[in-house]
Nanobody
Framework: QVQLVESGGGSVQAGGSLRLVCAAS????????MGWFRQAPGKEREGVGC???????RYADSVKGRFTISRDNAKNILYLQMNSLKPEDTAMYYC??????????????????WGQGTQVTVSS
């Protein structure tokens, strides 16, 4: 079965950096688009960005220029490099897998497989 396990979260001061890692198993990872999402307390989950199977990316406006998504298809690993972190980036971060094979990043609602999340806390 599909399994996604995030790690790398933690507490950091504003302006700092973190790298989140998502280990994927149970499916043909290199064929699927992958996404990062986040949910802050009292807020709805929002898409951070996506990477398609060829490495094409899409980012939310709020993280453009600060966050970078990458993937290692040989190791079945998804990364989220977060730089210049702000207090408003504080949230639980989740990786997710597309529900079907496609060559592009789908709309957020089509991600159907989810990890358990990793907490990121940014203090001012």
């Amino acid at each position: 079965q599909v399994q996604l396990v995030e790690s790398g979260g933690g507490s950091v001061q504003a302006g700092g950096s973190l790298r989140l890692v998502c280990a994927a198993s149970g499916f043909t990872y290199n064929l699927y688009s992958m996404g990062w999402f986040r949910q802050a307390p009292g807020k709805e989950r929002e898409g951070v960005g996506c990477i398609d199977r060829s490495g094409g990316t899409r980012y939310a406006d709020s993280v453009k220029g600060r966050f970078t998504i990458s993937r290692d298809n040989a190791k079945n690993i998804l990364y989220l490099q977060m730089n210049s972190l702000k207090p408003e980036d504080t949230a639980m971060y989740y990786c997710a897998a597309d529900g079907r094979i496609r060559s592009y990043c789908p709309p957020d609602e089509l991600f159907v497989y989810w990890g358990q999340g990793t907490q990121v806390t940014v203090s001012s």
